[in-house]
């Protein structure tokens, strides 16, 4: 980071401007690029001198948005993909080879799951869980071709929190990649590079969009581990258009304001609901009754915008509540402009067993809040509404 502010930096890091003079960047919506000449055709395709080839490699709108995101996330480089799994399928797969193994939190989005469990291992890649309740036991389960370290934090959807200080000196002391899913938290709440990261992934399709438009992703991180991801996404081709990365780019100008409405709206909802009667429990990082507030105070700017209802009476009593809900959205997505519901354990994380959704909290009546940027009593009003009239 440099010595500038985080909304500054958002805003005010831009492309070169062209001839027109313009203050906000274009859109290049192109295809490919031309070279002056054969011999300056050959010296971009050796990387002997910088400049645009073709889309699928670089083009002007995801650089801007990469040297945005990298600036306030603290990392050395990047590159842009179509999707948020593009980024964690990317992230893993360029480093690692045939015999590798991972070992990664339990606590993890479906999708990403579904990669370590039943995508990898065909291609010779094994992984291992280990459970946060028992990371001081994570030595034992590091094996001899353990190559990466993968952790989100907060988590999807249990709102877990991992010691980024302690998990960061964990890999360094084991000779791991620690690759951090920072999605829920966005760089505005947490840089887990500068607690030794070595690549942070984000689906830029939630926070960093913000308002539900377009997919995107993003691998952040060392230049060394960079250059590897950049290979790999240049000839697999996961790559983000020009318009969806002009979008994303545009949208990190306004990360900051966002977010601390995102987290405001949050933190009243959950304080509000905390002993409800018809909720088991309320999780929210930054409650006083989260396992690890402490932890979430210690290394978050704000507790984030998502919050787990749990509601008595099981799976049944959670369809009644998401079917009284008259104003607040349902659907898959989270960190838009407009609050989500969504139930993970028949959505999201439907592939796991019930077993393995116990074992990260996804009870049966668990419900996944993404407060939007609405008047917090509006919000309130309407998760108050829909649990009394699905008693």
């Known amino acids: 980071m440099s010595n500038k502010n985080f909304e500054t930096e958002a805003i005010?890091?831009?492309?070169?401007?062209?001839?027109?003079?313009?203050?906000?960047?274009?859109?290049?919506?192109?295809?490919?690029?031309?070279?002056?000449?054969?011999?300056?055709?050959?010296?971009?395709?050796?990387?002997?001198?910088?400049?645009?080839?073709?889309?699928?490699?670089?083009?002007?709108?995801?650089?801007?948005?990469?040297?945005?995101?990298?600036?306030?996330?603290?990392?050395?480089?990047?590159?842009?993909?179509?999707?948020?799994?593009?980024?964690?399928?990317?992230?893993?797969?360029?480093?690692?080879?045939?015999?590798?193994?991972?070992?990664?939190?339990?606590?993890?989005?479906?999708?990403?799951?579904?990669?370590?469990?039943?995508?990898?291992?065909?291609?010779?890649?094994?992984?291992?869980?280990?459970?946060?309740?028992?990371?001081?036991?994570?030595?034992k389960l590091v094996q001899p071709n353990t190559k990466m370290l993968f952790i989100e934090t907060p988590s999807n959807p249990g709102l877990e929190i991992i010691d980024l200080e302690w998990i960061g000196k964990f890999a360094k002391a084991h000779n791991l990649i620690l690759v951090v899913d920072n999605c829920f938290a966005t760089p505005y709440l947490q840089q887990p590079a500068k607690w030794g990261a070595d690549i942070v992934a984000h689906s830029a399709t939630k926070y960093i969009d913000g308002q539900g438009r377009v997919l995107g992703g993003l691998i952040l991180g060392k230049k060394e581990f960079i250059q590897d991801v950049q290979f790999f996404t240049r000839h697999t081709g996961p790559s983000i258009s020009p318009f969806n990365a002009w979008i994303l780019s545009r949208s990190m100008e306004t990360l900051a304001v966002r977010m601390e409405r995102h987290c405001a709206n949050a933190l009243k909802t959950a304080e509000y609901f905390q002993d409800s009667p018809d909720l088991e429990f309320v999780k929210y990082p930054f409650l006083k009754s989260h396992p690890q507030y402490d932890l979430a105070k210690k290394q978050m700017k704000h507790g984030g915008g998502i919050i787990t209802l749990t509601l008595k009476g099981g799976i049944e009593r959670a369809k009644r509540f998401i079917d009284e809900l008259q104003m607040i959205t349902v659907t898959a997505n989270l960190g838009d402009s407009r609050s989500i519901i969504t139930h993970p354990a028949s959505t999201t994380h439907s592939k796991l067993s019930e077993e393995e959704r116990e074992r990260v909290g996804i009870l049966p009546g668990l419900i996944r809040l993404s407060t939007g940027l609405e008047h917090h009593d509006d919000i309130i009003a309407d998760v108050e509404r829909a649990l009394e009239k699905s008693r």
């Open 12 to 139: 005010r890091i831009a492309s070169s401007k062209s001839n027109q003079r313009e203050h906000s960047a274009p859109i290049y919506l192109t295809s490919s690029f031309t070279f002056d000449s054969a011999e300056e055709a050959r010296q971009m395709f050796a990387d002997e001198i910088p400049g645009n080839i073709y889309s699928r490699y670089a083009n002007p709108n995801s650089t801007d948005l990469i040297e945005k995101v990298c600036a306030v996330e603290g990392t050395e480089d990047g590159i842009a993909t179509a999707s948020g799994m593009a980024a964690m399928f990317g992230a893993i797969a360029s480093l690692l080879q045939q015999g590798d193994h991972i070992l990664a939190a339990r606590s993890l989005f479906g999708s990403t799951h579904q990669l370590l469990t039943r995508l990898f291992p065909k291609w010779g890649i094994t992984s291992t869980y280990g459970d946060i309740s028992d990371i001081e036991n994570w030595d």
